[in-house]
């Protein structure tokens, strides 16, 4: 079991069997749902690979087209992030799931048999709208159905599908590269797409939201699949009660009493966009081949790179229900820091690195994704599927999401004129320095939200706004440590 959090029961035998059902339907559950983070990972880390192939087709590929291949990705996961979350709140997560799903098909089949390059760059668009959606209904639907105890490890699935899906996307670039099939690279993710479509038939509507609906009997019925007999009520309860305290609506959402939230989850999409880890993620081959290294070393290291994101995401799933979400927080960003400071350092005697330079660079960049994969990583996604109120959740981590995508285009767009305009060094160092600020503004402001249920976490926010009086005011980081 990966997970850090306890879900076993002491009871006898009976009772552990019960328990061991549950939990194969709550872990079943999220590994399917998580099949969308899958998608989102493939997706974003095919297309370096395929363009390589990509730019010899349709009469040849200028820069900008073949940017407008990438990046129009991001444009359309914007506009996915912003109409998933109402939709969400309005139609229900599964439909919405169900509906995500589908459009991934669509686009990806779209991108693999176009028969031009004006439909490839709508085939992008499309299935940026099916990224952007499932950036935030994937761990907005497992956060919801997860028990509090084990809620960490199972919604942080999410970002080990998600870098999974960008080491396999490496892989099959990598495969297929005598070849030069870039149909097959793109359409090879119809399979989890279809996947993702079967597999979420299979489940049930999310108990929250079939609460907010006043459907009580349904999310019994679901609960009770989910928990443990005894559990059920109460989270009924405790569900209805933060409902009756929120309007809903769009100005709920920017009610005095949401409002710290939505910085909070807005602040940390754009901190984990701007501290660079994309740049790593699309960029790290052509960056180590410029500075001299072989393309098949260039390539080997990216590899690396991405064995090592799965593996410190592992880790972080162990570690974020025992430890919390603010000490893998900070000291992962701190990590983060150090590695791009050092690779900064790397490329200070010029672009072309050789022998001590290039490992020092390599083994920075190695520091700096783990870090990354331990906190920020998994962290952001995680805590806004849990500081929203539950009648504006989906909207309110609309919201967050199309930060991240807004922030990731501009990131992803500016970053080679960056490079040539300050050099490795200067980006490394502004990274690093970006890094910093991100860690002084987690450390005032990021609540712990382990161990925690949904509704307490809203309560306590709520009780942290602005329009609470200040005596009755809690300080930032201490959410979490009180029952
Ligand atoms: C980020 C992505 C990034 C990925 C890398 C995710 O949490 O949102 O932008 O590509 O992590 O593992």
């Not at 699935?157 to 870098?163: C, D, H, K």
């Not at 489940?203 to 929250?208: L, N």
């Not at 960003?333 to 001590?356: E, W, Y």
């Not at 860690?439 to 161990?451: D, Q, S």
């Amino acid at each position: 079991m990966i997970f850090g959090g306890d879900m076993r029961s002491s009871g006898g035998n009976g009772v552990a069997q019960a328990d061991s059902a549950i939990r194969r339907r709550v872990v079943g559950g999220a590994a399917i749902t998580a099949l969308g983070g899958l998608l989102f990972g493939y997706d974003t880390g095919v297309v370096s690979g395929a363009l390589l192939f990509l730019r010899h087709n349709f009469g040849g590929l200028s820069n900008i087209q073949e940017e407008l291949v990438t990046s129009l990705l991001l444009v359309g996961a914007m506009a996915g992030a912003l109409l998933a979350g109402r939709l969400a709140d309005r139609i229900g997560r599964k439909p919405t799931i169900l509906i995500t799903a589908t459009v991934f098909v669509v686009g990806v089949l779209l991108a693999a048999f176009t028969p031009s390059y004006a439909v490839l760059l709508v085939a992008r668009v499309i299935i940026g709208l099916a990224v952007g959606a499932s950036s935030l209904t994937v761990p907005l639907y497992i956060g919801e159905a997860a028990p509090p105890a084990v809620r960490g490890g199972l919604v942080s699935l999410n970002q080990l599908a998600i870098t999974i899906g960008i080491l396999v996307s490496y892989l099959v670039d990598y495969g297929l590269a005598s070849s030069g099939n870039w149909r097959l690279m793109f359409g090879l993710a119809a399979l989890p797409a279809v996947l993702l479509f079967i597999g979420i038939l299979t489940q049930h509507e999310s108990p929250h939201w079939l609460v907010e609906r006043g459907r009580e009997t349904e999310a019994r019925a679901v609960l009770a699949r989910l928990r443990r007999p005894d559990e059920v009520e109460p989270e009924v309860t405790e569900i209805r009660e933060v409902i009756s305290r929120g309007r809903g609506g769009l100005r709920e959402l920017l009610a005095a009493a949401v409002r710290p939230a939505l910085f909070v989850g807005v602040m940390m999409a754009v901190f984990q966009q701007v501290t660079g880890i994309n740049t790593v993620i699309y960029y790290a081959p052509s960056l180590l081949h410029d500075a001299g290294l072989g393309a098949s070393s260039a390539l080997l290291a990216n590899v690396g790179i991405g064995i090592v994101n799965v593996g410190m995401t592992i880790v972080a799933i162990r570690l974020l229900d025992r430890t919390g979400r603010r000490p893998l927080l900070i000291f992962g960003s701190a990590g983060m820091a150090v590695g791009m400071c050092a690779a900064a350092l790397a490329f200070l005697g010029g672009t072309h690195l050789s022998g001590g330079r290039a490992a020092v660079a390599i083994g920075a960049l190695v520091l700096y994704t783990g870090s990354f994969a331990i906190g920020l990583g998994p962290v952001f996604w995680l805590l806004i599927s849990e500081i929203y109120p539950l009648r504006v959740r989906g909207s309110a981590m609309s919201v967050a999401s199309m930060a991240n995508w807004a922030a990731n285009f501009v990131v992803t767009v500016s970053f080679l004129t960056l490079l040539s305009a300050i050099g490795g060094t200067g980006v490394f160092f502004l990274f690093g320095f970006l890094t910093l600020v991100a860690i002084w503004f987690f450390i005032r402001r990021v609540p712990e939200t382990k161990g925690r249920s949904l509704p307490a976490i809203e309560a306590d926010l709520r009780r942290r706004s602005p329009e609470t009086p200040p005596q009755q005011q809690l300080p930032p980081g201490q959410m979490g440590h009180a029952a």
